[in-house]
């Protein structure tokens, strides 16, 4: 185990930025999921394609490939994803503003990958509210926004929040992918090159990154199966 | 799609109007930023050239027939790799679900008649193997696939443990994920069940193993079916991972490919068109096995709610 404690400081960094990559990645999901989602459910037949045909692609798109393309297919629209340099955000993460565009290239990619799961997941905490609520809401005469604003999505967001816990804790162990993708010393990353480039011994490294992946996805589950425990007895 | 129609009133002639105008304004946006941001710099680097598609579509292309069998050929090998995953798994899974809840059910039993001794021996063996069940369960379902594919490609050489193929490595790897959630879907759906029938089965003197095997396991297996379905769309898309420890399915194929014809984009374009095309395929089926078994349910008043698989399918 000495491996690990000498190497601890690798560990600490490497979790940070990881959880610095979940971090803006969660929030790229949530909002592209969002969007998506009010697409999907907007009465405007060709935002409903955009929304249905994306979610058909990245739900059935190995997250690799999705990788792939964010690594060459950005370059090649003459993207560095500069865009995602937002001041002040970058002074926060520092990782946001370097040159080397792969972190940034990350985000996009676990965000677009994620995106379609939230969409899905809000869309069907939207169905799983019974249509005699959205029903009785017009017929005493609410309005379409008031409709969702009061009814549908108080409702929605209690059946989705479960699902959307599950989406978030697969991104995180998603994330593991982006140490392989170019982004230099997350925990992925640092662990591999520890054990490839310095030599340290494989199992207790490898142990090292597990415990660090763990530490993010079993105290979330812990607290999902709380949630869903809970809301089952409210039922 | 019954939200679509039951959240918006019928449309009226003005709604009708605001419809359309909204359509043609969306249409119309979206052309322009498939044309400025995407068409354009791509035909701008000659992406659409036929120098880079010809090899994959015109099949008068020098390389096209030569291309294709290697594309086969990578895809093979990810099918040959994500069957044996499924299987393996399939087989651990039911194995070590069926172990959980029947260690349950051992943790609820009262040893009349038996020697203390021995009692306290065999109670406190089912709490341990239940506890390392349990931290089985959490581990592997909580580590990224990728680390444990990693784990297992250079944990097994460095015990000594030479398995020779790569493909084996990716096997283990992605059997000892989907072992834990295949287990975890069918003791959900066996936990799910009404209590009714396992009271049933303990009345008419079937033990707790024949009860698992005769009447909890095959109910669990309908009533999860579309989950363990989707569960071969993750599978499937998990087995692209192969290509990170050098495993020569469909993505090394193609990185191999693009350094000799220089078409990434093209070349990505088609894998990722057949793996939506075959995950496509798969999710279709799995709704329709759900609709099927809605459809057999139908006599029962409250059919068992199947929500457990929402939130295990998300988990890609």
Do not use: H
């Amino acid at each position: 185990m000495s491996a690990v404690l000498d190497n601890f400081d690798v560990f600490v960094s490497g979790f940070w930025l990881t959880l610095q990559l979940c971090l803006l990645s969660a929030i790229g999901a949530l909002l592209v999921g969002t969007v998506m989602a009010i697409f999907r459910i907007s009465p405007v037949p060709p935002l409903r394609a955009v929304g249905t045909s994306y979610v058909t692609v990245f739900r059935n798109i190995p997250l690799t490939i999705v990788f792939f393309f964010a690594a060459f297919g950005l370059p090649a629209l003459g993207s560095n994803a500069n865009f995602l340099r937002i001041p002040g955000l970058d002074q926060l993460f520092t990782r946001l503003g370097i040159d080397l565009p792969y972190f940034r290239f990350a985000i996009i990619a676990l965000s677009l990958y994620t995106g379609a799961f939230v969409c899905e997941a809000l869309r069907s905490g939207i169905n799983a509210v019974p249509a005699g609520q959205a029903e009785a809401a017009r017929a005493i005469g609410l309005t379409f926004t008031q409709n969702l604003r009061y009814v549908v999505l108080p409702q929605a967001w209690k059946a989705a929040i479960v699902p959307l816990g599950s989406v978030i804790i697969a991104m995180i162990k998603n994330s593991a992918l982006a140490g392989f993708f170019g982004v230099i010393g997350d925990l992925s990353n640092s662990g591999y090159s520890l054990i490839t480039v310095q030599g340290e011994p494989t199992i207790p490294i490898m142990i090292g990154i597990s415990v660090g992946f763990l530490i993010m996805t079993v105290p979330l589950g812990i607290l999902l199966d709380r949630v869903e425990k809970r809301r089952a007895v409210a039922r | 799609m019954s939200q679509q129609t039951t959240l918006y009133d019928a449309p009226g002639p003005r709604a009708k109007r605001i419809t359309l105008i909204s359509s043609v304004i969306a249409v119309a946006v979206i052309l322009a930023v498939a044309y400025f941001l995407v068409y354009g710099p791509l035909d701008e680097r000659g992406e659409f050239a036929m120098e880079k598609w010809g090899p994959l579509i015109d099949p008068s292309n020098e390389n096209f027939t030569l291309l294709w069998q290697r594309i086969w050929q990578g895809f093979k090998a990810t099918l040959i790799g994500a069957a044996l995953a499924v299987v393996g798994s399939l087989f651990f899974g039911t194995l070590l679900a069926v172990a959980r809840v029947q260690l349950k059910a051992l943790g609820r039993r009262r040893y009349i008649g038996v020697n203390p001794g021995l009692a306290a021996v065999l109670r406190v063996l089912t709490r341990g193997l239940d506890w390392l069940s349990r931290i089985f369960v959490e581990v592997f379902r909580g580590l990224p696939v990728v680390i444990t594919i990693v784990f297992v490609w250079l944990g097994l050489p460095a015990l000594g443990v030479d398995l020779g193929n790569l493909l084996w490595y990716l096997v283990i790897g992605l059997i000892l994920y989907n072992t834990v959630v295949i287990a975890e879907i069918l003791r959900s759906g066996m936990e799910g069940l009404p209590a009714g029938q396992r009271e049933a089965a303990d009345a008419i003197g079937l033990s707790s193993g024949q009860t698992i095997r005769m009447i909890l396991l095959p109910q669990a297996f309908r009533i999860m079916l579309p989950a363990l379905i989707s569960q071969l769309v993750v599978v499937l898309k998990d087995t692209s991972l192969g290509f990170i420890i050098g495993y020569e399915e469909i993505l090394r194929v193609t990185t191999q490919v693009v350094q000799i014809l220089d078409n990434q984009i093209q070349m990505y374009v088609v894998v990722g068109a057949i793996y939506i095309l075959i995950n496509y395929g798969l999710s279709k089926l799995a709704s329709y096995a759900q609709k099927r078994l809605a459809r057999g349910r139908k006599t029962r008043a409250l059919p068992v709610e199947a929500e457990a698989p929402a939130a295990v399918a998300a988990d890609a």
